[in-house]
């Protein structure tokens, strides 16, 4: 197998669609993750690092009913819910995500997202990102990434199946769950580093979306330009 590309040169991409999570590859939320979950570990008593890192990239039921097996699973995560739709002051776009959206034909792409859809809806319209036609949420889906589940009911959406799909991903779970899904994934370097992206199995590594270009393309195929990274 050869090595993930840390993109040092162009690199063509040829698919039919994109599935793309949505923290950490089209918005930053990052620092509102943190301080949902961060506020969540102080009320219980966990090491807030540790239980963010551990909530990144997955439905946060799933997380919830690993730390607090006795709880009220459902309100925990109806608390979770209203903090991070309340906390969204400095969720932004990532680089690169609203251009390469607006060039996608609306029929070749979809978001799919650990979020909640009241979640979702929230951080798409704070970070200024073009309305998805196909929006998997974990509303959609009885078994989160890492589970294939979620990016083939996204591939289904649009009607693709999903071995003509990148996935792009930001984290392990994501990543793992595209490969289980089928799909070529496309990592971003925007929360872990290289070792855990390859580990994943990541099939190219690029910083953010502004180093992934669309190309004209006469066929049916999409077909993009993977460029430097630093």
């Not at 990239?57 to 739709?85: F, K, V, Y």
């Not at 590594?205 to 180093?211: A, G, N, P, Q, V």
């Not at 999409?222 to 460029?227: C, V």
Request: with cysteine; hydrophobic share 40%.
């Amino acid at each position: 197998m050869t090595d993930p590309l840390d993109a040092t040169q162009a690199t063509p991409i040829h698919c039919r669609a994109f599935l793309f999570d949505l923290d950490g590859v089209l918005v930053d939320s990052t620092p509102a993750v943190a301080r949902c979950w961060s506020r969540f570990a102080r009320i219980h008593g966990f090491d807030a690092d540790t239980v963010v890192r551990q909530a990144h990239g997955r439905p946060s039921i799933a997380t919830l009913r690993e730390l607090l097996p006795n709880a009220d699973h459902d309100a925990e995560d109806r608390q979770m819910q209203q903090w991070e739709i309340e906390d969204i002051s400095d969720v932004v776009a990532l680089p690169g995500a609203i251009d390469l959206l607006r060039s996608l034909p609306i029929d070749n792409w979809a978001i799919v997202t650990s979020c909640t859809r009241p979640l979702a809806e929230v951080r798409i319209r704070a970070g200024g990102l073009p309305q998805p036609k196909y929006l998997v949420t974990s509303n959609d889906i009885t078994r989160g990434k890492p589970d294939p589940e979620p990016y083939l009911k996204g591939a289904a959406a649009l009607g693709i199946a999903a071995a003509d799909c990148v996935v792009v991903e930001d984290a392990p779970a994501g990543i793992r769950s595209g490969k289980a899904a089928g799909a070529s994934v496309l990592a971003l370097q925007t929360t872990d580093v290289n070792s855990e992206l390859t580990a994943a199995g990541a099939c190219w590594i690029i910083k953010d979306l502004s180093f992934l270009r669309l190309r004209p393309s006469n066929n049916s195929h999409l077909e993009a330009i993977l460029t430097g990274s630093t």
